[in-house]
């Protein structure tokens, strides 16, 4: 017992005591570091929000924009087209046009600058809207002046139309009015006989027969009928006779030719008989005789008169 008590190394109730207060030292330790680990990993959470939020408006704001510069730029092409369509489909605007080009040239010089620029500000980019707004008030000038010159056209074209019917009226009329003037100028031939004649004594004495046999002359006799329009001089009347066979009498020696009638078509005639006519008097008892080497046929002749291309009269006798 008093070596127990004397021995130093003995164990002793103080000894578990000074043990368990390094524990506790340690623990707190570790609870400090803990602490100091999470309000690390919160401020760093924290700031990564942040530093998110930052990133995702700052991206809101260049899709922004990127999204006006884009909108400036095609308003801006759109004015360009509209502009290009405007020159290219009407020539009267060149002139205009090349009186504000410098204007133009500045507008659009000062628009390219600022649409190219992909740092655009909002300032710069409402800028070019407002230069973007001063074109297109050129462009509605342009084309108002446009419809205005337009309706110009359309009127002188309108009054062009309106001058060139009265124009082809008038000459409608007048032409008209030549051809009732031509027409009232032909002369008309009345009381149109064709008298079959046999000659004897050699000729010196005439006698009017039926019989074809007989006959020697056909004797065309008719009067002209007094016209107020056609005017005093000499007037050719020319004689048709065809036969019972519709042959038309005609020699060249004894004075048959061609005639152009009213229509253009050329027309065999057998006598050509001219006449004295004075304005508004009748021209009596017009004669012309017709002889032919052969004899005649039985039947009906028939005879025409033409004047200035148009038919006046006729008449037909009968041989038996």
């Known amino acids: 017992m008093s070596q127990e008590l004397n021995n130093p190394t003995s164990s002793s109730p103080l000894q578990p005591m000074q043990q368990e207060q390094p524990k506790k030292n340690n623990n707190m330790l570790f609870i400090g570091i803990i602490v100091a680990l999470l309000a690390v990993v919160i401020y760093l959470f924290v700031n990564n929000n942040k530093l998110s939020d930052r990133l995702a408006a700052a991206q809101y704001q260049f899709n922004e924009a990127d999204s006006s510069r884009r909108a400036v730029e095609a308003d801006y092409q759109a004015a360009l087209v509209r502009l290009d369509e405007l020159v290219s489909k009407n020539t009267m605007m060149d002139s205009l046009i090349n009186d504000q080009n410098s204007e133009i040239a500045k507008l659009k010089s000062q628009i390219n600058a600022i649409v190219r620029n992909g740092n655009a500000t909002k300032a710069e980019l409402g800028k070019a809207k407002k230069l973007i707004a001063q074109l297109n008030s050129r462009v509605r000038t342009y084309q108002e002046r446009i419809a205005e010159l337009e309706k110009q056209n359309a009127d002188l074209t309108d009054q062009n139309t309106v001058l060139t019917v009265e124009r082809d009226q008038a000459v409608t009329e007048n032409v008209g009015l030549q051809q009732k003037a031509r027409l009232g100028a032909v002369l008309h031939a009345s009381n149109i006989r064709l008298t079959p004649i046999d000659l004897r004594r050699g000729g010196k004495k005439e006698k009017e027969t039926g019989k074809a046999g007989r006959v020697d002359v056909m004797r065309i006799t008719f009067d002209i009928d007094e016209n107020r329009i056609a005017e005093s001089g000499t007037k050719d009347i020319y004689i048709r006779i065809t036969d019972p066979s519709g042959n038309l009498l005609s020699n060249a020696a004894y004075g048959s030719g061609v ?62």
């Open 259 to 320: 005639m152009t009638d009213a229509e253009g078509t050329d027309i065999n005639y057998t006598l050509l008989k001219q006449i004295a006519l004075e304005t508004n008097k009748p021209v009596k008892d017009v004669s012309a005789d017709w002889k032919q080497d052969s004899d005649y046929q039985k039947g009906t002749y028939n005879i025409e008169l033409y004047n200035d291309g148009y038919k006046i009269g006729g008449g037909s006798v009968t041989l038996k």
